[in-house]
T-cell receptor
Framework: SQQGEEDPQALSIQEGENATMNCSYK?????LQWYRQNSGRGLVHLIL?????REKHSGRLRVTLDTSKKSSSLLITASRAADTASYFC??????????????FGAGTQVVVTP | EAQVTQNPRYLITVTGKKLTVTCSQN?????MSWYRQDPGLGLRQIYY???????DKGDVPEGYKVSRKEKRNFPLILESPSPNQTSLYFC??????????????FGEGSRLTVL
């Protein structure tokens, strides 16, 4: 079963603009991760935020986590054409018998036009 | 170079013909996992392994088998493939220290078509 749901499903922006996508999930988590996938290729890990953290930065990426709302957001600032990709959130369930069951959402497809 | 290697990358086969997709990692990771990716459904976990000789079912294990006889290898076996197993398959590995599943490293994917 899918734990996370990304919103929007697709996003089209111009270079230099910011891109924001959201992830909602259903059960309590240890951490939440964001990955990027370029057209049919393997996923690449971007950032991990733990359940006791509220915000994290990595270069042009900013991730927030609101565990009371069971939601996270990924902000990409000053987008570049090279940011064109699908972005997935993945949740690591808190339940100990679910250790190892990292679950992915359906993704947000981002297109950045020059 | 640290990597997860899957083979074959592309395969077209027929219903019922057993096949194995191999996965190997060179990062000494304890944890390995298989996912399938289908349009609109994201990645769904098939099986995972926390360590050698320890495997467990993910969300969609039906029709698949795995084995973990050595730390570096985690093959995915389709004993009798069916057309609904046509998909893009990913192998991943990571450190996964209890109770956290940390960052995963993914292979480039294996695109399987079952006719």
């Amino acid at each position: 079963s899918q734990q996370g749901e990304e919103d929007p499903q697709a996003l089209s922006i111009q270079e230099g603009e910011n891109a924001t996508m959201n992830c909602s999930y259903k059960t309590s988590i240890n951490n939440l991760q964001w990955y990027r996938q370029n057209s049919g290729r393997g996923l690449v890990h971007l950032i991990l935020i733990r359940s006791n953290e509220r915000e994290k930065h990595s270069g042009r990426l900013r991730v927030t986590l609101d565990t009371s709302k069971k939601s996270s957001s990924l902000l990409i600032t000053a987008s570049r054409a090279a940011d064109t990709a699908s972005y997935f959130c993945a949740t690591d369930p808190l339940e100990t018998d679910s250790w190892g069951k990292l679950q992915f959402g359906a993704g947000t497809q981002v297109v950045v036009t020059p | 170079e640290a990597q997860v290697t899957q083979n074959p990358r592309y395969l077209i086969t027929v219903t019922g013909k057993k096949l194995t997709v191999t996965c190997s990692q060179n990062m000494n990771h304890e944890y390995m996992s298989w996912y399938r990716q289908d349009p609109g459904l994201g990645l769904r976990q098939i099986y995972y392994s926390m360590n050698v000789e320890v495997t467990d079912k993910g969300d969609v294990p039906e029709g698949y088998k795995v084995s973990r006889k050595e730390k570096r290898n985690f093959p995915l076996i389709l004993e009798s493939p069916s057309p609904n197993q046509t998909s893009l398959y990913f192998c991943a590995s990571g450190l996964a220290e209890f109770p956290n599943t940390g960052e995963l490293f993914f292979g480039e994917g294996s695109r399987l078509t079952v006719l």
